[in-house]
């Protein structure tokens, strides 16, 4: 199963977050956004010997030394000169403007006017480029705090060009960022704790990326968890590279995807759920409180599961909470029955499809869920076929076959150790052996 479906749900129920960096804004302005390292490149030819320094810092246009650190020996100089590289660099962002690029994502901000970003960047593209007269509520790193938000919310982690001096730019200025938090820091981790967060426009080897991924790590690192936080990226991305961000920070990528296309899939999922949002909500929480059971009927729908799991998400409720998954046992025990029914086809791949869904997401070994699920995961490998054969589902060999590494790294692992000791059909060992 997609992402998609988790994500057009935690839009209908107003719990998603966009934090974005330069990748974002240079998709804004047509390119025109500096990179990181092209800015200090721009600040250094404002100085005396520029172009030598610019040499020495970056040869090859490769950093010797981190950009910050770099940013730190430019602003030395400027200011040996009486300039202040923090004012030149918000005189260069100041320029840039929306370009033909940004026609998509302007639609959808305005469409959606609960959105919250947070960025890195210093620019103003989002308030007064895709906003330009709409309301919306900007906060930035030192300043007062606004108790009555409208609109879009905007986050500036990193500070704006509006306060030039409070940006963080040099070594100095990061250390003294991560060194003393403060109300705004911890009102940034909330935001990602508390909304389905997808991080755009970010190379994995962005220092920023990593000190939000260490800081969403040290705060769950009894339960990493994969419902609520995505990378988008535009190229491919290695799956040992996928398998890395996985265990270590239930990260969950989306490579091979332009920002433009990303919005257009989320929008697709959701003028096709938007009106069950409600609904799925009203439906769950009575059965999560016991009260309730969930109908035959209800859960042989091939969607059922994928609402289920993005109703928890979207509203803040963690699957490998115990009494989440003591329910979803039931769930699953349930299905796996449905499969041994009369006429019961349709099954063997909404069966296949679940599993897949609930091995992305959370990591089995070891909870309460391990043995109903490998129990189930045995039940689809044994209904499936990459032939079509009468009685097996070749779809469900489908399912299996191009999601297997959709699954969490130590999920694969798990399912790889318990068919060491119970039998496996040939497309079955197919499979886990890709």
């Known amino acids: 199963m997609d992402p998609y479906y988790e994500l057009a749900y935690a839009l209908e129920s107003k719990s998603i977050c966009m934090f974005v960096g330069t ?33 020495q810092l970056f040869p090859d246009n490769k950093p010797v030394m981190p950009l910050e650190e770099c940013a730190s020996i430019i602003q030395v100089r400027m200011k040996s000169e009486g300039k202040c590289l923090h004012t030149e660099i918000a005189k260069i962002i100041r320029k840039l403007k929306l370009g033909k690029n940004s026609d998509k994502v302007k639609n959808f901000v305005e469409k ?117 936080l995505f990378l988008l990226s535009r190229g491919e991305v290695d799956q040992n590279v996928k398998d890395y961000y996985d265990r270590s920070y ?31 909500r009203n439906l769950l929480m009575p059965v999560l409180e016991g009260t309730k059971k969930f109908t035959d009927t209800y859960l042989k729908k ?37 499969t041994s029914e009369n006429g019961a086809w349709n099954q063997y791949v909404h069966l296949a499809k679940w599993l897949v869904h609930l091995g992305s997401i959370m990591d089995i070994k070891e909870t309460p869920l391990e043995e109903v699920y490998l129990s189930a995961v045995s039940t689809s490998f044994g209904n499936m076929s990459k032939k079509q054969i009468l009685g097996r589902s070749w779809h469900a060999f489908t399912a299996w076959k191009t999601s297997w590494y959709s699954l969490t790294y130590d999920n694969r692992q798990m399912i790889i150790e318990y068919f060491k000791d119970n039998y496996i059909s040939d497309d079955g060992e197919e499979v886990i052996s890709q």
């Open 23 to 55: 990748g974002f804004s240079m998709h804004l302005s047509d390119l025109k956004a500096p990179s990181w390292l092209s800015l200090l490149q721009k600040c250094a030819k404002k100085i005396e010997g520029g172009d030598e320094l610019i040499e």
């Open 112 to 228: 959606f006017p609960d959105l919250k970003f947070i960025t890195t960047n210093y620019d103003e593209l989002i308030e007064k480029g895709l906003l330009e007269d709409k309301e919306s509520t900007t906060y930035s790193i030192g300043y007062p705090v606004n108790r009555q938000p409208k609109g879009v919310q905007i986050y500036h982690v990193h500070g704006s060009v509006k306060h030039p001096k409070k940006m963080v730019v040099t070594a100095d200025d990061y250390f003294r960022f991560i060194n003393r938090p403060d109300y705004f820091s911890k009102k940034i981790q909330t935001l990602i704790e508390e909304n389905t967060t997808v991080i755009i426009g970010y190379s994995l080897g962005d220092i920023n990326f990593r000190a939000i991924l260490n800081n969403q790590r040290s705060n769950r690192i009894h339960d990493i968890n994969r419902q609520n």
């Open 250 to 280: 239930g990260l969950r990528v989306i490579d091979n995807t332009e920002i433009d296309d990303f919005i257009s899939e989320i929008l697709g999922k959701h003028n096709k759920i938007k009106d069950r949002v409600a609904k799925s």
């Open 302 to 338: 091939s969607d059922s599961f994928f609402e289920i799991v993005a109703t928890l998400s979207s509203n803040g409720i963690l699957i490998s909470h115990p009494d989440v998954m003591k329910f979803l046992k039931d769930v699953l025990k349930r299905k796996d029955n449905f």
